[in-house]
């Protein structure tokens, strides 16, 4: 029986198309969805839209129409973004899809059978920008961290709660037991903090938004949408038979959500809870939080029609905010392009081909083998560490061509030099196919054949300046 792995993403919230900040945990799910692939397991990619809830209702009246209209066109754009940046997911989930509507309800009525939903007031505040119910001590100023331009709203309403605090002993333990279930360790220690501070019941239904998921026993209510959010895992993981997830992505703004409700959720209604939760730090812009406010927001298709979508992958994914938080300029972006990609990979590959061009000897391409290393980096999550180790292996090739001289030798010393080299690089290349697969394609293409012959530049490098097409 093959082995089988679920990886999903955080789905995006419908109420604007995604940026850059939403790109990164869509590449690292993808690179470990590739990896999966290239040594044979039978792998599941999630990815999607999240499309009910207040914030969406808002932004559609705003635009004069009706809410599945206005999410209908957000999740086609968003969706474009991702096939820009060849985000390989197996489905793409909208919770407003008939057969998540459907499982949700079901859900919900499996965690109501186990005594853990009952209905009382709720008075408090609520941030509209997270779509998510916030105790007072958690804002400054009557706003949250994550939206400190936006006030929060006094609610008070009767609705449905989910009774999280029966879980917190069984979280604590359950994160104890697997230290691997929520990464990095960092993310781990904030996660065993907030439950030893003690745990609430939390709201799991909105009386007054009548843009979500109805209540399966009582219509009055939706469900509340990040109850509904989270279960599309599940929807498609059932579904497949590929459930539990082996890993979840997301950002730290979601990490609350997914490694303290969504367990509790999973163990209430009788599924087992994800392998693994990872948890990555954000992006920001030139110094400032990513924000269609401060009119900074870059989509990442203007990044791949400067860069192209391998320039985008590579930087992201090499020096992306993968335990901290990172700043991002365009000129960095293009300083890293020509220095690791245009005078690195793309040179080296020149390099090679344009002398094995010239020999006109026959070649014959060596199996290839994805280096332990960067096996070992993947599986604990450290990309840029395999991308590193990749890195060095192209410089200490460069090196050898430099050492050798290649270009003073001759007949058969000429020929083993070249095969060498071009061994070493088709094993670069299938060990690039999880994070740079056209490039890993375009160079299999270069060196696949018994005459080499260069193709077009991998990488033609930027001119300084660098200005995003719009």
Request: hydrophobic share 35%; net charge negative.
């Given at each position: 029986?093959d082995k089988?792995?679920?990886?999903?993403?955080?789905?995006d919230?419908?109420?604007?198309v995604?940026?850059?900040?939403?790109a990164y945990?869509k590449l690292l799910a993808d690179?470990?969805?590739?990896?999966?692939?290239?040594?044979g397991?039978?792998?599941?990619?999630l990815t999607?839209?999240?499309?009910?809830?207040?914030?969406?209702?808002?932004s559609?009246?705003?635009?004069g129409i009706?809410?599945?209209e206005?999410?209908d066109q957000?999740?086609?754009?968003?969706?474009?973004q991702?096939?820009?940046?060849?985000?390989s997911?197996d489905?793409?989930?909208r919770?407003?899809?008939?057969d998540?509507?459907k499982?949700?309800?079901?859900f919900y009525?499996k965690a109501?059978?186990?005594?853990d939903?009952?209905?009382?007031?709720?008075?408090g505040y609520y941030?509209?920008?997270?779509?998510?119910?916030?105790?007072?001590s958690?804002?400054?100023?009557n706003?949250c961290?994550?939206?400190?331009?936006?006030?929060?709203?006094k609610?008070v309403?009767?609705?449905?709660f989910?009774?999280?605090?029966k879980y917190?002993?069984f979280?604590?333990d359950?994160?104890?037991?697997?230290p691997e279930?929520?990464?990095?360790?960092?993310r781990r220690?904030e996660?065993?903090?907030?439950?030893?501070?003690?745990?609430k019941?939390?709201?799991i239904?909105?009386?007054n938004v009548t843009?979500?998921?109805?209540v399966p026993?009582?219509?009055t209510h939706?469900?509340?949408v990040?109850?509904?959010?989270l279960?599309?895992?599940?929807?498609?993981g059932?579904?497949e038979d590929?459930w539990p997830?082996?890993v979840h992505v997301?950002g730290k703004?979601?990490?609350?959500f997914?490694?303290i409700?969504?367990?509790?959720?999973?163990?209430s209604?009788?599924?087992e809870?994800p392998k693994?939760?990872?948890v990555h730090?954000f992006i920001?812009?030139?110094?400032?939080?990513?924000s269609k406010?401060?009119?900074?927001?870059?989509l990442p298709?203007?990044?791949?029609n400067?860069?192209g979508?391998?320039g985008v992958?590579y930087?992201?994914?090499r020096?992306g905010?993968l335990?901290?938080?990172?700043?991002?300029?365009l000129?960095k972006?293009a300083?890293?392009y020509?220095?690791?990609?245009?005078n690195g990979l793309?040179?080296l590959?020149s390099?090679?081909?344009r002398l094995c061009?010239?020999?006109?000897?026959m070649?014959?391409?060596?199996?290839?083998a994805?280096?332990?290393?960067v096996?070992?980096?993947?599986?604990?999550f450290?990309?840029?560490n395999a991308?590193?180790?990749?890195?060095?292996?192209?410089?200490?090739?460069?090196?050898?061509?430099?050492?050798?001289e290649?270009?003073?030798?001759?007949g058969?010393d000429?020929?083993?030099a070249l095969?060498?080299y071009l061994n070493?690089?088709?094993?670069i290349?299938?060990?690039?196919k999880?994070?740079?697969p056209?490039?890993?394609?375009?160079i299999?293409?270069?060196f696949?054949d018994?005459k080499?012959?260069?193709l077009?530049p991998l990488?033609p490098r930027l001119?300084?300046g660098?200005h995003?097409?719009?």
């Amino acid at each position: 029986m093959d082995k089988k792995y679920y990886v999903t993403t955080a789905i995006d919230y419908t109420n604007d198309v995604i940026h850059i900040g939403h790109a990164y945990q869509k590449l690292l799910a993808d690179s470990l969805a590739r990896y999966h692939r290239l040594i044979g397991d039978k792998t599941y990619f999630l990815t999607g839209t999240d499309e009910h809830g207040q914030k969406v209702e808002s932004s559609a009246k705003e635009k004069g129409i009706e809410p599945k209209e206005f999410v209908d066109q957000i999740a086609k754009k968003d969706k474009e973004q991702w096939d820009k940046l060849n985000v390989s997911y197996d489905r793409f989930m909208r919770t407003t899809d008939e057969d998540h509507i459907k499982f949700s309800q079901e859900f919900y009525l499996k965690a109501k059978a186990s005594g853990d939903i009952y209905k009382a007031k709720y008075e408090g505040y609520y941030c509209e920008g997270c779509e998510s119910f916030k105790d007072e001590s958690e804002l400054i100023d009557n706003k949250c961290e994550f939206h400190p331009t936006r006030d929060a709203q006094k609610i008070v309403e009767e609705n449905y709660f989910f009774a999280l605090s029966k879980y917190q002993k069984f979280l604590l333990d359950h994160i104890k037991k697997h230290p691997e279930f929520i990464w990095p360790d960092s993310r781990r220690n904030e996660i065993l903090s907030f439950i030893k501070s003690g745990l609430k019941d939390f709201s799991i239904s909105r009386q007054n938004v009548t843009w979500g998921i109805p209540v399966p026993d009582d219509p009055t209510h939706t469900i509340y949408v990040w109850f509904d959010a989270l279960i599309n895992y599940l929807t498609y993981g059932d579904k497949e038979d590929c459930w539990p997830a082996d890993v979840h992505v997301l950002g730290k703004d979601n990490q609350r959500f997914h490694a303290i409700y969504w367990p509790a959720m999973l163990k209430s209604a009788g599924y087992e809870l994800p392998k693994t939760i990872l948890v990555h730090d954000f992006i920001s812009l030139n110094g400032q939080k990513v924000s269609k406010s401060l009119g900074n927001v870059i989509l990442p298709s203007e990044l791949v029609n400067k860069f192209g979508v391998d320039g985008v992958r590579y930087y992201f994914l090499r020096y992306g905010p993968l335990t901290n938080d990172i700043d991002i300029t365009l000129e960095k972006m293009a300083h890293i392009y020509n220095s690791d990609l245009a005078n690195g990979l793309g040179n080296l590959v020149s390099r090679v081909a344009r002398l094995c061009e010239k020999s006109d000897f026959m070649f014959k391409p060596k199996e290839t083998a994805i280096y332990p290393e960067v096996s070992k980096a993947i599986e604990e999550f450290r990309f840029d560490n395999a991308l590193k180790f990749i890195w060095d292996k192209i410089t200490i090739i460069d090196q050898e061509i430099n050492k050798t001289e290649p270009w003073k030798l001759d007949g058969k010393d000429l020929q083993n030099a070249l095969q060498g080299y071009l061994n070493e690089i088709a094993e670069i290349a299938l060990n690039l196919k999880s994070f740079l697969p056209d490039t890993a394609n375009k160079i299999a293409k270069v060196f696949g054949d018994i005459k080499i012959k260069m193709l077009e530049p991998l990488f033609p490098r930027l001119a300084v300046g660098v200005h995003v097409t719009k």
